[in-house]
T-cell receptor, first 115, second 113 residues
Framework: DTGVSQNPRHKITKRGQNVTFRCDPISEHNRLYWYRQTLGQGPEFLTYFQNEAQLEKSRLLSDRFSAERPKGSFSTLEIQRTEQGDSAMYLC?????????????FGEGSRLTVL | AQTVTQSQPEMSVQEAETVTLSCTYDTSESNYYLFWYKQPPSRQMILVIRQEAYKQQNATENRFSVNFQKAAKSFSLKISDSQLGDTAMYFCAFSYNNNDMRFGAGTRLTVKP
C-alpha cells in the first residue's frame, strides 16, 4: 500500500459541467476525510466518513456537492453544475481511529479548474 | 467557534539556524489536540508533531519542538538546525471533537542555503 491515492490529479472543466473525484484511502483506515484548499489558505473541512457512514458535513458542502463511500473503501466526491468558485484543490485524507490520536494521511490532491 | 490563526504568511531562515512559527487558536473546549502539518511543494501533507492539551510537557520530535501555552492559546513550532528539505507550507491544526480537524491558513517557510 503506497498511501492515499487521488484521481484525477488535475481536472479542467467548463462552468456548468459535473465532475467526480475519487479517493482510495490506506486500506485499513476506517475514517476518510475530504477537504478543500484554495490558494494561500489552509484545508477547509468538507465531510468525513467512518467506514461507509457519512457522519458530518460542513456548511461548505452545498447541495451541488455529494460524497459517497460505498462499502467503506474508496470514496467519490461529485460536484454538479460547477461554478468558477469551485476551483480549488480537493484533498482526501484517511486515518485509523480518530483525529485526536491517529495520524491523518493525505493524498496529493485533485486540482479543479473551472473555466 | 473553533478557529486557528497563523499570523505569519511567509518566513525565511538560513540553513542550520532556528526558526519559530506562530499559531494561536480559539476554543472553549478543555480537551483538545494540536498539530503541525508540513506540505512540501507539490507533495502531500504530512504530520510533523502533535500535542495533547492536557499534557503540560511540550512535545518534541527530533529537530521539531513546540511551545504550548494553554492559557494564552498559543502553539508555536520551533525548527532547529533548519535544513533545505524543511522548505514547505506549515499548517497548524486543531482537533476538538474527535471528528474533524481545523487548519490555519499556513506559513510558507523557505530555508536558504
Amino acid at each position: 500500500d503506497t498511501g492515499v491515492s487521488q484521481n484525477p490529479r488535475h481536472k479542467i472543466t467548463k462552468r456548468g459541467q459535473n465532475v467526480t473525484f475519487r479517493c482510495d484511502p490506506i486500506s485499513e483506515h476506517n475514517r476518510l476525510y475530504w477537504y478543500r484548499q484554495t490558494l494561500g489558505q489552509g484545508p477547509e473541512f468538507l465531510t468525513y466518513f467512518q467506514n461507509e457512514a457519512q457522519l458530518e458535513k460542513s456548511r461548505l458542502l452545498s447541495d451541488r456537492f455529494s460524497a459517497e463511500r460505498p462499502k467503506g473503501s474508496f470514496s467519490t466526491l461529485e460536484i454538479q453544475r460547477t461554478e468558477q468558485g469551485d476551483s480549488a484543490m480537493y484533498l482526501c485524507a484517511s486515518l485509523w481511529g480518530s483525529p485526536n490520536t491517529g495520524e491523518l494521511f493525505f493524498g496529493e490532491g485533485s486540482r479543479l479548474t473551472v473555466l | 467557534a473553533q478557529t486557528v490563526t497563523q499570523s505569519q504568511p511567509e518566513m525565511s531562515v538560513q540553513e542550520a539556524e532556528t526558526v519559530t512559527l506562530s499559531c494561536t487558536y480559539d476554543t472553549s473546549e478543555s480537551n483538545y489536540y494540536l498539530f503541525w502539518y508540513k506540505q512540501p511543494p507539490s507533495r502531500q501533507m504530512i504530520l510533523v508533531i502533535r500535542q495533547e492539551a492536557y499534557k503540560q510537557q511540550n512535545a518534541t520530535e527530533n529537530r521539531f519542538s513546540v511551545n504550548f501555552q494553554k492559557a494564552a492559546k498559543s502553539f508555536s513550532l520551533k525548527i532547529s538546525d533548519s535544513q533545505l528539505g524543511d522548505t514547505a507550507m506549515y499548517f497548524c491544526a486543531f482537533s476538538y471533537n474527535n471528528n474533524d480537524m481545523r487548519f490555519g491558513a499556513g506559513t510558507r517557510l523557505t530555508v536558504k542555503p
